[in-house]
């Protein structure tokens, strides 16, 4: 498992990572795919178009929509954060990305984004090369 570090600078923002997942994932070995993991509960990660940023924010702003500011009942030491939670248990907290000699198997306007629900925060994603 490798470790990436992020620092997200929104409440809700995506981060297109492809590259460092890319970077990451170093020599493969004959590694058939790769998981890209992201381990908090306000946070996520998904395989979208990269092509035009313009989405990212699209996305953001229907997650800030479906699921508003305000909603729910959950306090932590965090303060109120129930739609951040919610937010993240909409999007996967991984995705499965084949490989194709060692470099990842998206198509062509695919992109490996990392999903904020609750920032801004440090964040890590894992990557594991799979056999």
Request: hydrophobic share 40%.
């Amino acid at each position: 498992m490798r470790e990436i570090g992020l620092r997200t600078e929104r409440k809700t923002q995506l981060l297109e990572i492809t590259d460092r997942v890319q970077e990451a994932l170093g020599p493969t070995d004959g590694a058939a795919a790769a998981l890209v993991y992201v381990p908090h509960t306000t946070a996520g990660v998904t395989i979208n178009e990269d092509a035009d940023p313009v989405l990212a924010k699209d996305i953001e702003a229907a997650m800030e929509r479906i699921v508003e500011e305000g909603w729910g009942q959950h306090d932590d030491a965090d303060g109120p954060n129930a739609p951040s939670h919610i937010r993240a248990s909409l999007i996967s907290p991984q995705v499965l990305v084949p490989l194709d000699e060692g470099r990842l198997a998206l198509g062509r306007w695919q992109g490996i984004f990392f999903c904020e629900f609750d920032g801004p925060r440090d964040r890590k994603v894992y990557v594991t090369p799979l056999a």
